[in-house]
Every structure is written in C-alpha cells, then in structure tokens.
C-alpha cells in the first residue's frame, strides 16, 4: 500500500495491478476508494504513539492509481453472489467519487473506470449512464471524459442526450433547447459526434449558431466532422473563412472539412494552409489528406518546409495518404529534410511513406535516407525499406550501400536482400560482411547475415 501511495506513477500503477489479483488486496483498495481523503485514518492515528510513522495525506493520487486499474481489469473487481459477477453493484462504489469536492483528475479517473463496468453489463450500464448524465456531464471538468465514456456503453442514452443538446420531436432546439446546461449541452455534442448519431446533424448544425457559446460550437463542429454530414460544409466553410471568429473555432472547421472529405470544401482549406496563423496551418495539413489531387499535394509541399515541427509531419502523414500522385513530392522531401533539420521520427514517417509508393524514384530517395547526414536510426529504417524493394531497382543502391568504407555498421536486411537478389558478386559480399558482424554476438542483424549466408548456400545446391 505504501508504494501505492507513493510520487512515483508508474510504481504505483504497478503496485496496483499486484493488489488486484488477490481478493485480500482488492479489499483494501475499495476500503481507500470510500475514504480517498484519508479523514477515517487520519482519526485514527492521531491516537497512535508519536514513534509510529506518520502517513501522508490525502490518499488521492492513490486513489486515481485504483481506478486506472479497475479501467484496465473490471472483471475482477467484480463483486460476485451464487458465482455470478455483480458489476452494478461495483460501479455504485464508484458514484461518491465523482464529488465535486474532489480533484478533477480523480473524478475523470473514476469516471473511466465507471465506464469500463458498464461497457461488460447492461445492468451496470444503466448505473452507469444515468450517473454520468446527472453527475458528471454537467461538470466542467469531467464533461469530456463523461461525455468520451457515454458513448462507449453498450446501450448509450442518445434519447437523453439530444434532448439535453435540444433537439426535440418539432425540430432542432424547438423551444426546448434550454433543458441542458450550456455545459451538458457541451458534452451531449461530443458524444453524439462520437457515436456517430445522424439523427443529431441538425442541432449541431444549429449549434454553430454566432449566439451559442463558444465551447459548443467547436464540440458542435467537431461532431459534424465525425458524423461526415455533407450538408453542413457550407457552414463551416463559412466559418473556417471568417476572420471575425476566434481561430480556434475556425481550426475545429477545418478538421471537420477534412473529415467530411467533400471536394467543394478544398478552396477553404488551401485558404487555411496559406494562413499566416499556425493554428490553422496545422489542421489544413492532415485535412489535405482527404484530397488527392495536385492542388492539396502543392499545399502539403509547401507546409513540408513550415516553421513549425508539428505542421511538418502532419504535411508529410498527408503526403503518405495521398499514395501514389504525390510519389514525386516524396521523392522531393530529403532534401529539404536536410535543410531544415527534421526530427528523427518525422523522417522516419518519411521513409515510410516513400516505401508504400512504387517506383524507382522513390527507390532512389530511400537510397538517399540510407546514407549520411541522416540519423543511424533513419538510415537503419530507410536501409530496411530499400531492402524490400524489387531487386531490379534495390540492387545498386543495396552494392553503393555495402561498399561504403565509413558504413561498416551491420548491414543485415542489405546482405539479406542481396542474396535473395542472386546477384553474381552476393556471395563475396556476404562472406565479407558476415565476418565483419562476428563480433555482434547476437541480435537481428547478426541473425540477418546468418540467413543470408544460408539463401546462397540453398541457391548453390544442386
């Protein structure tokens, strides 16, 4: 308990999942959840002999550890009467937690955790939902992970859920959009946005209203995204285009064209690549993705070499989905990879991308990435996508490889491909290198020139 307890995470996660597979411990943790304050303890040691240590207080931190780990493992917390497990009665344990009194980290913690007991029973279920809905959703600080935990239950209340965003049988809002708060309302958005409720799109359509509060809109947009609901691009086209709203509003209808995917919606988002706000620019980079055609692939070209990292993958994730007809930009990106100093797992990104594109073009520039200046974890990533290749284009990258004096490194999926390639000169270079590795007593590319060495000892056979 003690190490439950302590500043340590990941410790405490541990001793945590040590605790819940005995009944024994699982007692103890449920008997810390009654009393996440520590008052009952508290009591009693003020009673105790000064030399007895003193514990500190309170128990929270220990406490979201629990519920991290009843997310993770219900079923054994699961009470059990005549053999049979009783979530619901698991999951009414949990309702105190969600005080208000408390930390928000603790109360989204046992949220998640009342969600994994209803996501294995309906009984649970019904708990579980109607304490969210009255409790937790109307909570600033837990609308999101009630709202993310509503959608995920078997048996979701969509019915209470439009009502409360208010949409009624005489339309959207309907004079009975007052019913949730603007808070609850909030929440209602995500989780039909996640649920992928079609009956919602008009009043999430009448959410992006100018007199909604702020903190709908963006849920509303957001869900209109996920539901893909082609009606409302020109409302967001709008909205994405107008420079009177806030930028975090227009950055939600960005990502929401980019999901729906509708080509009228290209002409707002190459606006929103060109913009000067970087909060914009970042969502237009992965939302070029749904488009691929030569506009959006130039776009995303141009936002490969923005001042910001986080933009710069995103453009080269984009680039990768568009496949094929942006081969030739790919093949483009070493070179200003170099200039600009990427991150290692942004060209890693990109050597991914240029290996599910054909072509000896984009062999060629994961030939480049094989070498020098690139990190050794990017060379080591480039030289095992050259070495899938077909052996026509790969085989004289993989010799130039090879012959390299200052690449003496082990060159497993090099030596591999080589002699399944069957080229003349494999075996001398296989031998060569298999005894340059020798010192590499073990590992993947020790194991990797052992079996290229048996591929040409097969191919010799008669």
Known sequence: MGLLRGPDR??????????ARSEQGRARTRWLLRDPRGHLLRKRREHLPRPHPQEAYPYEAACVVICEVMTERPELFASRCSGEPRFAEEAEGLLPLLDPALPAELRRAAVRALGAFGAVDSRAGRVVGAALLERALPERRTVEAAAATLARLPEPPAAELLRLLGAGDDGPGGGRRDVGTPVSRRGAAIALGLLRHEGAAPALLAALAADEPPDLRRAAADALGLLGHRPAVPALVALAGDEEEATALRARAVTALGRIGAHEALPALLDAARSDSESLRLPAAPSLGSFPTAPAITALTHLASDPEPETVRA????????????AAALCALPGLAVRDHWPSDTLRAL?????????????????RLAHPPYQRSVQAAAERALAGRP??????????L???????????????????????????????HFEHQRSFVAGRYRDEAREALRVLRRAAAP
């Open 10 to 19: 990941e410790t405490a996660r541990l001793a945590g999942r040590l605790l």
């Open 402 to 432: 090879l012959a390299d004096p200052m690449m003496r490194h082990p060159h497993g999926p090099a030596l591999l491909a080589l002699a399944r390639g069957g080229a003349p000169e494999a075996e001398a270079i296989v031998v060569e």
């Open 351 to 367: 050597v991914t991308a240029l290996a599910a594109c054909p072509g000896p073009e984009c062999t060629t520039a994961l030939a």
């Open 391 to 400: 052996a026509a284009e790969a085989l004289p990258h993989l010799l130039r």
């Open 315 to 326: 453009a080269v994730d984009s680039l990768a989905r568009s496949g094929p007809p942006a």
